[in-house]
């Protein structure tokens, strides 16, 4: 199987960057992002 089949059929991004080379994201790290942000406080005193 092809890595850029691999990573669609998982539901990650696959972007072209350049050289032929590409970039592989998987968007559950944005949900991450939105856990820490929820978190972590807005001001550290």
Do not use: C, K, N
Not at 8 to 34: C, E
Request: charge should be positive.
């Amino acid at each position: 199987m092809e890595y850029d089949e691999f990573a669609h059929r998982r539901g990650w991004t696959v972007a072209r960057t350049g050289f032929g080379s590409r970039s592989y994201r998987d968007p559950r790290f944005d949900q991450l992002r939105v856990l820490r942000a929820s978190l972590i406080p807005e001001e550290v005193s």
